[in-house]
């Protein structure tokens, strides 16, 4: 692939879209971009449009958003065409041939590409760490990097065809992204694509029945590599790390599962556990995750907006000490919330229900305690403010998605966090 003598079809005009945009105009690569919904039909091998057609022999690649199904009709017709279909990935690949470490899994992908990028970073391992967490990968053209960190969800592997990696990283799997992969056979096969052309193999142990070279995981909180466990190193309370004679602020579970998957992957590139360490705690904490932002008349308020299923509110749960005021809810996504039941019973006060899934979770969770539902998230917040509880923390975890109101995630925590804010701004 000579890209910069070829021509470039991108279908969709998302975040994708913007990067490719971007890179194309500074290099001059040719391109054009349409909607799904611009595309009328296809027809004898012609784009037809509103007001003209595209001859699909005079496209070299075509790029597809990875929010746009492989079920799209216009997308099945094109792979039909045998059409050639590329990613962003792969055109960076052709043209910076570098050391690759490609992480995916249900949850803590942002946080881990984060992660190692700063440790290694902080070991003065020049990386860089882009791609789903919002980077653009097109970025890491503009320097030298030892190693690029790439983020990759199922539906970018979804259209890769060929991923050149050094080490290739399988967090987790949950309940998730069935709406578009149909079952969780199907949703781990996509995930599994991420091992194709690895050097190094990296898998949770829950999925270690699967081909690999390393396997990370917590047990009895200490961490294991290869079912051996790292000597001196273990978690307390999941708030605190601790390592020979120090100790480091843990910000939860989810953060010391992060961690394990640091660890295996670092150790891969003959990283001590001593520098492993001190990169953990030079680390930059991202926002949205178990963020503690507010504490007003002795009630915390916490931040989890990146919370898109039940198990990373289960990794928030397990984090916190009891007297919790959860607040769940969002997009209808049928997923099951069976595993959070002796949990909330167990730390929860009081859960307020919000969004177009708030009955079902409740149908679901059938749980002891209190339970509202309300509308949405301000009338959550509302609520907790007229019947404020000493001694008592808010977690903003909502289990599900909520692009029926929000942008994304972030859109979603910083609106819980302006709610808050302003409330505590006005009273004080």
């Known amino acids: 692939m000579n890209i910069y003598d070829e021509f470039f079809l991108i279908l969709g005009k998302g975040i994708t879209y913007q990067n490719c945009k971007e890179f ?6 040719t391109y054009e971009a349409l909607e799904t919904s611009d595309i009328l039909h296809i027809k004898d091998d012609h784009l ?3 007001d003209k057609k595209i001859d699909l022999s005079t496209i070299d690649h075509i790029i597809i958003s990875p929010g746009i199904s492989k079920k799209n009709s216009t997308v099945q017709k094109l792979i039909e065409l045998n059409c050639s279909i590329t990613t962003d990935i792969e055109i960076l690949q052709t043209i910076k041939k570098s050391k690759y470490i490609c992480i995916t899994g249900t949850n803590g992908k942002t946080s881990t590409v984060n992660l190692i990028s700063d440790i290694l970073n902080s070991n003065h391992i020049k990386t860089l760490a882009c791609g789903n967490n919002g980077v653009s990968v097109f970025k890491s053209l503009e320097d030298n990097y030892d190693f690029i960190v790439l983020e990759l969800s199922s539906y970018q592997l979804e259209y890769i065809r060929k991923l050149d990696s050094h080490i290739s990283v399988i967090l987790n799997l949950s ?74 602020e843990l910000n939860g579970k989810h953060e010391a599962y992060n961690l394990s998957a640091c660890i295996a992957v670092l150790s891969i590139l ?51 000490e009891e007297n919790i005021i959860l ?34 979770i409740k149908n679901q969770l059938n749980v002891r305690i209190d339970t509202i539902l309300l509308e949405n998230l301000k009338d959550a917040t509302d609520y907790i403010f007229a019947n404020l509880k000493p001694n008592h923390t808010v977690l903003l975890s909502p289990g599900s998605s909520s692009f029926s109101l929000y942008k994304d995630f972030e859109h979603r925590g910083n609106h819980f966090k302006n709610l808050v804010n302003n409330y505590v701004n006005r009273k004080t």
Do not use: W
């Open 24 to 29: 194309f105009d500074k290099a001059s690569i």
């Open 48 to 50: 037809i449009l509103k």
């Open 175 to 248: 309940m998730d992204h069935l709406e578009r992969h149909g079952n969780l056979k199907k949703y781990f096969l996509t995930k599994l694509k991420i091992f194709d052309n690895a050097k190094h193999k990296v898998i949770n142990n829950n999925l270690e029945n699967f081909e690999k070279d390393t396997t990370f995981g917590i047990k009895n909180k200490s961490i294991y590599i290869n079912n051996s466990p790292i000597d001196n190193l273990y978690f307390k309370n999941y708030n605190f790390v601790m390592y020979e004679d120090k100790k480091y």
């Open 270 to 320: 003959d990283l001590s556990i001593d520098q492993i360490m001190f990169g953990f705690s030079q680390r930059f904490h991202l926002s949205h995750r178990l963020e503690r932002f507010c504490t007003y008349q002795g009630i915390t308020y916490i931040n989890d907006s990146k919370s898109t299923n039940s198990d990373s509110t289960l990794n928030a749960l397990e984090s916190l």
């Open 327 to 360: 607040i769940m809810g969002g997009d209808n996504k049928k997923i099951s919330y069976n595993s959070l039941i002796n949990m909330i019973d167990n730390k929860v006060k009081l859960l307020i229900l919000i969004g177009d899934n708030r009955k079902y």
